[in-house]
């Protein structure tokens, strides 16, 4: 008799001469794992031993499919790791639930809806929902209980079609929403407004010394631990810009960066480098032409 949840292996039940008991000495059973399998041994007495450990394997697995649990493929999605899950939210989808994928179980979760549409941030320990739109409130999405919350406030910036970039400044715990473009013209904008999280009100940022440009070729944000540095991007008629600036949102101020040398990116990998964070890297994107560098 196998445990429970086995699957034969390479030999059958059944003593060896001189032996009575449930195996052949020297057979093997498996039984499946959330990755791989575990084994057990007959022994020499003709039982088995128990099975081993399940060891994950090295290299590629296949995860599971995300529509085992009902949630829709798509491109474009904020992906974060929570400390626990990975958490998928929003892209190229009108679904507004988020999922999470648990690589201990291989298993994926589809959580509650959202009650708004909007442009998704990870705070760290919270998703939040900004909309491009005045009327619509922000919500805040806890993980732990599977919670949404509409949050008060109005958005003080006009109603446009889409940001440039949503980020969230640590310092200030406050979801910072910049530039965009809208249908009629002045279509590229450069301005911005940031929500407190703790204090649930809005505030006009102040206006800084970038450009405006918007989503289509979004610039580089990378948040260094003190400041927001925004790099590159462009607009939807082909604008390509090589100069950033910092904001503190302490502060409320910008600082003008260097004029890089390299010239016209979007779409460029940023991250925070260095001790503590405190360098802000970007690399490689999209030229105009198509080309990648």
């Known amino acids: 008799g196998s445990s429970a949840g086995g699957t034969a292996g390479s030999a059958g039940a059944g003593a060896s001469p001189g032996c009575t008991g449930e195996c052949t ?48 493929g798509r491109k474009n999605a904020l992906g974060v790791w929570t400390g626990s899950v990975l958490l998928i939210f929003g892209g190229s989808t009108a679904d507004l639930s988020p999922g999470t994928y648990d690589p201990a179980t291989n298993q ?9 549409s ?10 939040v929902l900004v909309s ?56 590229n904008l450069g301005d911005g407004a940031a929500y407190s999280l703790k204090n649930l009100s809005w505030r006009v940022v102040a206006t800084g010394p970038l450009e405006p440009r918007g989503e289509f070729r979004p610039p580089g944000v990378v948040w260094t631990g003190s400041s927001l540095v925004i790099f590159g991007g462009g607009n939807y008629w082909g604008g390509r810009y090589h100069t950033g600036a910092s904001y ?45 560098y």
């Not at 109005?154 to 530039?179: C, D």
Request: net charge negative; glycine share 10%; with cysteine.
């Open 132 to 187: 491009t739109d005045p009327a619509t409130p922000v919500a805040r999405f806890d993980l732990a209980s599977n919670t949404w919350t509409t949050l008060p406030g109005t958005l003080p910036i006009p109603k446009r079609n889409t940001f440039a970039f949503v980020a969230y400044l640590p310092a200030t715990q406050e979801v910072m929403v910049w530039g965009g473009r809208k249908t009629s013209c002045p279509c």
């Open 118 to 127: 909007g442009t998704p941030v990870w705070t760290g320990s919270a998703l």
């Open 248 to 292: 503190d949102p302490v502060a409320d101020a910008w600082t003008p960066s260097p004029e890089s040398p390299q010239a016209g990116y979007t779409r460029l990998l940023a991250f925070p480098l260095g001790p503590n964070g405190s360098l802000a890297a970007f690399w490689g994107g999209e030229r105009y032409g198509g080309s990648d």
């Open 108 to 116: 994926w979760t589809k959580l509650a809806p959202a009650p708004v």
């Open 25 to 72: 000495p020297g057979s093997k059973e498996t039984q499946p794992c959330t990755w791989g399998t575990s084994e057990r041994t007959c022994q020499a007495d003709c039982t088995w031993s128990g099975f081993g450990a399940c060891e994950t394997p090295v290299g590629w697995r296949d995860m599971a499919p995300s529509s085992s649990a009902n949630i829709p």
